[in-house]
């Protein structure tokens, strides 16, 4: 089974997300009504469900501060390493769905998705240049779809 699960901080722990947005903000003149919500997530190929369930409840959300959530809004920029990069959220969760379940892990990828609000298209555009400047990720073509690995 191949699946994509997305992760983001409940609303008292979003400080991650609102340092972004701040940042974003006065270094782009974003207006005060711009808002930003970042998610953790993870492509997961070749798990089970029993698996699924484990990552979920185990390893990829801690249950007092993240929660699973499918991303709502329209405007969104989502990211990854590029093949051949070291992805340490990634492999910690392979290490840890192995240790959980006894068997081989299943693969694992992960990125970063960022939900705006309030945003125009070029502003959209300046956020992304501003998060990648170097290019050492690559862009997801359709975040809410599961690239084939």
Known sequence: MNTR?????????????RSLED???????????FRLLKYNIYDIFGADEE????????????AVTDEIAEPQGEDMIAFEFLPGQYDQRA???MQ????????????????????MENVTE????AIAAYGIPNKLYVDYTDVLTIPTF
């Open 5 to 17: 699960i997305f992760v983001r901080k409940k609303p008292g722990f979003r400080v991650e997300s």
């Open 23 to 33: 940042e974003l903000r006065q270094s782009l003149n974003l207006p005060e009504e």
């Open 51 to 62: 698996e699924v369930s484990l990552l979920k409840q185990h390893v990829l959300a801690e």
């Open 91 to 93: 492999d910690s969760a």
């Open 96 to 115: 840890c769905l192995m240790l959980l379940s006894g068997r081989k892990p299943a693969v694992i990828r992960s990125g970063t998705l960022l939900e």
């Open 122 to 125: 070029a502003q959209k555009e």
